[in-house]
């Protein structure tokens, strides 16, 4: 979709991948750092995301998604905003443990997690508790954001997931139907062309080329 003068967009990056990513451990609000491979992806994705040109860059302050959104910044001569609101879901005692190690550690409360009780890891957060700071911190953020203007917001998996379906009042029963998020990927909000500027649609997911116009019957 072609987006009008007055249309904002939102681009929702992931960070980078690091080390605890490539092991298959829980990274949560552990300040992990990226690795090699990690720091080349941002700055790959920072060369194309610079083409739309963004007005503002706001970070989760976890050191992976700075140093991601750094990348831009150094591109686009913007500044880096930093929210530790958009920091990931906190995932409280599993956190630096495998999937068997979490099994192995907390039968009880991985057993109760998969069946949708996600209470029973001691210091965890909700997937609805992380979306709805996600989604008020976005909320607060579009305040300053310009008609047509473009907010980049650097955060991390599983809160970016949750945080969308909350900001778009997605029933929390369908939010396992949007997939998971690659390192430096991105997905894409814009604001509906009907004129009520308080209704998004989510146009691009887990997408790592520049937006392209949608040619369809619909629009």
């Known amino acids: 979709m072609t987006l009008s003068r007055s249309q904002r967009r939102i681009v929702l990056w992931r960070h980078g991948r690091t080390e605890w990513n490539l092991a298959g451990r829980v990274q949560g609000q552990s300040d992990t750092q990226l690795d090699d491979v990690g720091r080349e992806q941002a700055r ?8 739309l040109e963004p007005d503002r860059i706001v970070s989760s ?3 992976r998604a700075h140093d991601t959104a750094r ?5 686009t001569g913007r500044e880096i905003e930093l929210d530790p609101r958009l920091r990931e879901m906190n995932f409280g005692e599993r956190e630096g443990m ?11 409360g991985m057993r109760a997690w998969v069946e949708g009780d996600e209470t029973q890891i001691p210091g965890s957060e909700t997937h609805r508790q992380a979306g709805e700071r996600f ?6 953020h579009l305040v300053k954001l310009p ?20 900001f778009l009042q997605i029933p929390e029963t369908h939010w396992s139907s949007l997939g998971g998020l690659s390192n430096c990927s991105w997905s894409v909000l814009e604001e509906n062309r009907s004129g009520d ?16 116009p949608v040619m369809s019957d619909e629009e």
Not at 71 to 75: A, D, F, S
Not at 149 to 163: E, S
Not at 197 to 212: D, I
Request: glycine residues 8%; negative net charge.
């Open 135 to 140: 989604a008020d911190a976005l909320r607060d």
């Open 71 to 75: 990348q831009l910044g150094e591109v």
């Open 61 to 63: 302050d976890l050191v």
């Open 44 to 51: 790959a994705a920072a060369a194309r995301l610079a083409a």
């Open 98 to 108: 495998t999937w068997r190690e979490a099994w192995a550690a907390f039968p009880d």
């Open 197 to 212: 500027w308080s209704k998004w649609r989510l146009t691009e997911w887990n997408a790592g080329t520049l937006p392209e």
């Open 147 to 166: 008609a047509g203007g473009t907010l980049v917001v650097v955060a991390h998996g599983a809160v970016l997931r949750t945080g969308v379906c909350s």
